[in-house]
């Protein structure tokens, strides 16, 4: 049964990804920076906000944490794959700066000397934007990049009182060109020219309203940044505007679920002027996707109801938090709790052989968590920071999948990683951990684990012990070579006595010679 659910999910899962426009978004976040201050969050933003956007029928081209190299690479990318897109997106997090106007987006290994680095260490805005104008219809800027910046106040300073103007706070706005497409959305964390907060949790305030609002059902692009403007705005307790320059000539939806007579996914432009006999296709793409949650919802409910254990109903709860059967699960957890559940499946509660029939039939019921796949949502729910997601890296090469040396930032390598883990483990491989999967993973890896950290901790005592001996060593062999000075300076004193009582000597006889010849002249 297990694998013949498995099976079904595959399916089902197969059929989620909308047969919509072509969709095509790049997204980058940078945070762990070399030569300054490193920021916890922009690769979290970025993970979450790919799997938003994949999740909308985006072809997304994403990176972590890229040097230079890696940037042109991914735009290259992405610049190949935008070419006549129905949308194209950008979307970046992490460390920017504007100098006279032009908005710069900051590598992880740049090292920003003087003017020449800037066109040698930064991509620029307009670059990226350039490679979204060929043929696109809608193009969607959303820089999350407005965060105090120490390398645009060292450049400042190296430019010189007459230059050091054109290094500003924040970035710069962006004005909308015409491409002849039909419009262009352009959003920034906060307004032009001043400094956004990175926030505290695992998402930047302005990306957490963002993935909140973006998939909203029936919600134009115009909606969806108005709503994030005003949470944002409440977030920071009006410390931060998010500023948005639209030039569109209709309404755009990202997740249009309406009737057939008025459906267009892909929404490029007035929807009221759209023929109904054009967009019914997607009307159906877009019905097809509510019944295949909805199916999977159920499945997933079944196979709880089934077990009918508290872990298997907070589960659910966990994978659907505001699910259909939501009421139901909590009722059945206060159920089993108080310890009131009444009849078995089977009334026969005291034939043995019964009884051991329906334990047997339980347990061979699969877990649900298996059948509820990872995605970028479940992962970023979990809360990890970089010392955790190190961890998890850790663990994945204690089970035997490489994922390379633990970093922090989970790029193609770890995601490959993660993958291989679910595959191995009857998982859906998706890429993406869940919350029952990392306690599944960290159980089978908790012996490995600690006998990881105690050879680490280990280790560094003995650096520790070893650094404490050189110490100890520098320290006496310094006190030696001082025995030793003073040594040698009392022999040269006591030589040098000796030299000046025999120079007063000579001196004395020497003087009694000329004195004599002196007087015997005169």
């Known amino acids: 049964m297990f694998k013949h659910l498995i099976a079904v999910l595959a399916i089902v899962l197969a059929g989620t990804a909308p047969a919509l426009a072509k969709r095509v978004a790049l997204v980058i976040g940078n945070g762990a920076y070399e030569h300054t201050i490193a920021l916890p969050n922009p690769a979290n933003d970025a993970e979450v906000m790919a799997g938003k956007l994949r999740g909308l029928g985006f072809d997304v081209v994403s990176g972590m944490d890229q040097s230079y190299t890696d940037m042109r690479r991914t735009v290259m990318e992405f610049a190949k794959k935008a070419y006549g897109a129905d949308i194209a997106l950008l979307f970046y997090a992490g460390h920017g700066m504007q100098i006279a106007g032009q908005n710069l987006l900051i590598p992880v290994d740049a090292k920003i000397e003087d003017e020449t680095s800037i066109d040698f260490e930064t991509i620029s805005v307009d670059f990226i934007m350039r490679q979204m104008s060929k043929d696109v219809k809608v193009q969607m800027v ?18 010189g009182p007459s230059r050091s103007g054109a290094v500003g706070t ?17 959003a920034f964390s906060t307004s032009p020219g001043d400094v956004a907060l990175d926030g505290e949790g695992s998402n930047s305030p302005f990306t957490s309203a963002l993935i909140r609002h973006i998939d909203t059902p029936n919600a ?15 977030a920071t307790e009006k410390r931060q505007r998010p500023w948005v320059n639209a030039s569109l000539i209709g309404e755009v939806f990202l997740n249009k679920q309406s009737d057939a007579g008025s459906q267009q996914v892909a929404s490029l432009g007035d929807t009221a002027k759209t023929a109904p006999q054009a967009v019914q296709p997607a009307a159906s793409s877009a019905a097809t996707q509510s019944t295949i949650a909805w199916e999977r919802e159920k499945l997933v409910w079944n196979t709880v109801k089934e077990s009918d254990t508290v872990a298997d109903y907070e589960a659910y709860l966990s994978a659907y938090p505001e699910g259909t059967f939501k009421n139901f699960a909590r009722n059945a957890i206060k159920r089993l709790q108080e310890g009131t559940q009444v009849a078995a499946r089977n009334s026969a509660a005291n034939d043995a052989t019964t009884a051991a029939g329906v334990a047997s039939s ?9 059948a509820v796949p990872g995605t970028a949502e479940t992962e970023a729910s979990i809360g990890w920071n970089r010392t955790a997601r190190r961890e998890v890296q850790t663990r994945l090469n204690l089970s035997g999948n490489n994922v390379g040396r633990p970093d922090g930032a989970f790029g193609p390598k770890t995601r490959a990683g993660i993958t291989a883990w ?19 993973l960290t159980s089978q890896t908790e012996t490995q684990y600690a006998a990881y950290v105690a050879e680490v901790n280990r280790k560094r005592a003995a650096a520790a012990a070893a650094k404490k001996t050189r110490s100890s060593t520098t320290r006496t062999n310094t006190a030696t070579t001082h025995n030793h000075q003073n040594t040698r300076q009392r022999q040269q004193n006591n030589n040098n006595g000796g030299n000046t009582a025999g120079a007063a000597f000579m001196g004395g006889v020497v003087g009694g010679i000329i004195g004599g010849a002196i007087g015997s002249r005169y």
Do not use: H
Request: with cysteine; charged share 20%.
């Open 220 to 234: 134009s692009i115009q909606t969806v940044m108005t709503r994030v403007t005003g949470d944002v705005y409440d």
């Open 170 to 186: 924040g970035l710069a706005e962006i004005k909308v060109q015409e491409t002849g497409g039909e419009g262009s959305v352009i």
């Open 362 to 370: 339980a347990t061979a019921l699969p877990d649900p968590q298996k």
């Open 142 to 159: 959303f820089l999350d990049a407005c965060r105090d910046n120490p390398l645009a106040r060292t450049l400042a300073r190296r430019m």
């Open 422 to 440: 679910q595959t191995q483990n009857g998982l859906v491989p998706s890429g993406y951990f869940t919350a029952a999967q990392y306690v599944l």
